[in-house]
């Protein structure tokens, strides 16, 4: 089976003896060994096993499985969350003196690794603001261990050519290069199929779907996440069998929520172009996004995200939001159901004015999570708060 949606559902947890249809919560902190002979060997990697939940679990297992049959990956690991999975795609590999590489547009918890946290370990970062791929080559240092970006960026919506960056991963191949593909999902996009080296993703947002669990997921080489393994197995960073279970059922309708969420956002994208009291619309499959071009080749469609401005900065962009009645405000995205969010007050309210304004976040920025309604419902709600506002 070739086809995204048939491997994805097709891809279950070995059946245990009750010969159950569909897979079980396992609810268990560990697991029996048959022999103390059979619990050496397992220990000694000698013979594969399930030890501790912490490390593996059943559920855990056929999730990240299923996330590995969407990107064609060897290997994976799920994480308690989004960021603990960022975090740990960082700190597994990198030692003092080493040095970062990374697309200036990335997550405001990230920029905080990268700029608080990591340089107390003596590792530093530089960080590339265009896709021009000799930017990119030039910030490499002889200590670079890792080119790390977000693509679709979070909130602007800036598009990196992975095919440029995979072939630029061949020139130097102890380099680990490293994607946040959560905005696009590996349903959308395929990092891996372009030479990156692991694909990181918040399961809290589109894997889930519905706004129930945290969870997050690195999948790659099986070299690497060897690697990752021997870190979170000493530091614990575990998704919960729960959580896991909750989003493997997700990921079973991934394809199907997002090809909803994309023609909801494309609708909204397209009528907020052309409404005017809104300064500037971003989505990868208009036209007039700057790299419309790039996201047609990489992307199989545009994502769920808009982000666009509204005239009369932060003021207006509060009176908006206030105004909203079917649309909910939080700082979530990936939902069933719309959300609004005010980046410069919230997700990244840790930047400086003038990161925020590199990043293109301007006080009457909103990111808007395009849910699952009915495109008539979202457009209607956002042009009866755009007319209230005048």
């Not at 590996?186 to 030479?195: C, E, M, R, S």
């Not at 609004?340 to 808007?368: F, V, W």
Request: some cysteine.
């Amino acid at each position: 089976m070739k086809k995204d949606q048939s491997r994805i559902i097709r891809e279950q947890a070995p059946r245990s003896a009750t010969r159950e249809h569909s897979v079980p919560l396992y609810l268990t902190s560990s697991f029996i060994f048959d022999s103390a002979e059979q619990g050496r060997a397992i220990f000694a990697e000698e013979e594969e096993g399930m030890v501790y939940s912490r490390y593996a679990n059943p559920n855990t297992s056929e999730f990240i499985n299923r996330v590995c049959a969407l990107e064609n990956a060897e290997a994976g690991l799920a994480f308690a969350s989004g960021m603990a999975a960022v975090f740990a795609s960082f700190a597994a590999f990198i030692e003092a003196g080493d040095h970062i590489v990374s697309s200036r547009a990335i997550f405001g918890s990230t920029h905080q690794l990268l700029t608080q946290q990591f340089p107390k370990w003596g590792v530093t970062y530089s960080y590339v603001d265009t896709a021009n791929i000799d930017e990119w080559e030039k910030a490499i240092q002889p200590n670079t261990k890792i080119v790390f970006l977000e693509s679709p960026s979070n909130p602007g919506l800036e598009l990196y050519d992975l095919e440029k960056l995979g072939a630029l991963k061949k020139k130097y191949p102890n380099v680990i290069f490293s994607i946040d593909n959560c905005f696009a999902t590996p349903y959308l996009q395929k990092p891996l199929h372009f030479g990156f080296d692991l694909s990181i993703h918040s399961a809290t947002k589109y894997m889930d779907g519905q706004g129930r669990v945290l969870g997050g997921v690195i999948v790659g080489s099986k070299e690497l996440i060897n690697k990752l393994m021997f870190f979170i197995r000493h530091t614990g960073p575990a998704m919960s069998p729960f959580n896991a279970w909750v989003l493997s059922k997700s990921l079973e309708t991934l394809g199907l929520r997002m090809d909803r969420h994309c023609s909801n956002a494309y609708a909204l994208a397209e009528t907020l172009e052309q409404h005017s009291e809104i300064k500037d619309v971003k989505y990868p499959f208009l036209p007039s996004h700057p790299q419309y071009e790039l996201a047609k080749k990489q992307m199989k469609a545009g994502g769920g995200i808009v982000t666009f401005e509204v005239k009369g900065g932060k003021e207006r962009a509060f009176q908006f939001i206030d105004e909203l009645e079917m649309i909910r405000y939080t700082s979530n995205l990936g939902d069933s159901r719309t959300i609004a969010t005010h980046p410069a007050t919230t997700t990244h309210a840790k930047l400086t004015e003038e990161e925020r304004i590199n990043l293109g976040i301007h006080p009457g920025t909103i990111r808007l999570s395009v849910g699952l309604e009915d495109k008539e419902d979202i457009i209607g709600d956002i042009i009866q708060a755009l007319e209230k506002t005048k």
